[in-house]
């Protein structure tokens, strides 16, 4: 079992930053990829940013320039630093982490993202 605690989710002004957090503990040997959905009222889990155990990174379309993925691995977190952010980047996000084999998502709790205009 993998558990992942986020943090650092608030209410900010357009054009401002959040960083987000998510500390994994348990099986984290069993992790590959780790990333952040969001969810907003009304509509699907989408993917914001993943990255892989080697470092590979990928983005959503409407995140792209705006918000950096970064994993340290010594501290078993992943971090979400949104820069420029915008009242449709309001959402709930939820940390991810992925087992490959078998393949299983495991969730945090998810932590809450306000951008007022």
Not at 55 to 84: C, E, H, P, W
Request: hydrophobic share 30%; net charge positive; glycine share 12%.
């Amino acid at each position: 079992q993998v558990q992942l605690v986020e943090s650092g989710g608030g209410l900010v002004q357009a054009g401002g930053s959040l960083r987000l957090s998510c500390v994994a503990s348990g099986s984290i040997l069993l992790i590959n990829d780790m990333g952040w959905y969001r969810q907003a009222p009304g509509k699907q889990r989408e993917l914001v940013a993943t990255t892989t155990r080697g470092g590979t990174t990928n983005y959503a379309d409407s995140v792209k320039g705006r918000f950096t993925i970064s994993r340290d691995s010594a501290k078993n977190t992943v971090y979400l630093q949104m820069n420029s952010l915008k009242p449709e980047d309001t959402a709930v996000y939820y940390c991810n982490a992925r087992r490959i084999l078998p393949k299983t998502d495991y969730w945090g709790q998810g932590t809450q993202v306000t951008v007022s205009s």
